[in-house]
T-cell receptor
Framework: DAGITQSPRHKVTETGTPVTLRCHQTENHRYMYWYRQDPGHGLRLIHY???????DKGEVSDGYSVSRSKTEDFLLTLESATSSQTSVYFC???????????FGNGTRLTVT | QKEVEQNSGPLSVPEGAIASLNCTYS??????FFWYRQYSGKSPELIMF????GDKEDGRFTAQLNKASQYVSLLIRDSQPSDSATYLC????????????FGKGTHLIIQP
């Protein structure tokens, strides 16, 4: 979705380092989500936001934190990266609780 | 815990035939149902959504919902090689802001 941009698209980092992934949207989505996608597990929710400064944990939130200081930007931080956090991360946005989600292009993160 | 189940495939269908993809979900309170298509290395792309029991048609795609059986399906008519992708079923409970629960996807191959 051209309205949701993720950066970086690819990143390689070392175990123990902090990492921040960025999601920027121009669609005025109220609800924003971070998912990770792994073979055999599908898409799993990490954290989500239902408004500026309003966030909550998802299914696999351990080791991750998020921040949303304005509607457009939703940041995902890996506090101390581990190899188990090697994954493809997708940001998604939606207008309402029952609305479809629209995805960004993803960030492929490798933790060595 | 909410679960969405899909046969992982691969499902192989001849070009021009009907492809039938199926999904079951565990949460009886689920209100919204979505089908996404994901090409290898790309982000999920919304192709259909359905909220009410019955069929919903959009071009070559038909979504079918049976809430009593907790079953959702996607039919693709006149299958084309470009339809070869992984199809993700997703469900929203509607009760909270915690996004969609995704199945692991069905890998569809359209044979020319």
């Amino acid at each position: 979705d051209a309205g949701i941009t993720q950066s970086p698209r690819h990143k390689v980092t070392e175990t123990g380092t902090p990492v921040t992934l960025r999601c920027h949207q121009t669609e005025n989505h109220r609800y924003m989500y971070w998912y990770r996608q792994d073979p055999g597990h599908g898409l799993r929710l990490i954290h989500y936001s239902y408004g500026v400064k309003d966030t909550d944990k998802g299914e696999v939130s351990d080791g991750y934190s998020v921040s949303r200081s304005k509607t457009e930007d939703f940041l995902l931080t890996l506090e101390s990266a581990t190899s188990s956090q090697t994954s493809v991360y997708f940001c998604a946005g939606g207008a309402g609780r029952n609305s479809p989600l629209h995805f960004g292009n993803g960030t492929r993160l490798t933790v060595t | 815990q909410k679960e969405v189940e899909q046969n992982s495939g691969p499902l192989s269908v001849p070009e021009g035939a009907i492809a039938s993809l199926n999904c079951t979900y565990s949460d009886r309170g689920s209100q919204s149902f979505f089908w996404y298509r994901q090409y290898s290395g790309k982000s999920p792309e919304l192709i259909m959504f359905i909220y009410s029991n019955g069929d919903k048609e959009d071009g070559r795609f038909t979504a079918q919902l049976n809430k009593a059986s907790q079953y959702v399906s996607l039919l693709i008519r006149d299958s084309q090689p470009s339809d070869s992708a992984t199809y993700l079923c997703a469900v929203s409970s509607g009760g909270g802001a915690d996004g969609l629960t995704f199945g692991k996807g069905t890998h569809l191959i359209i044979q020319p």
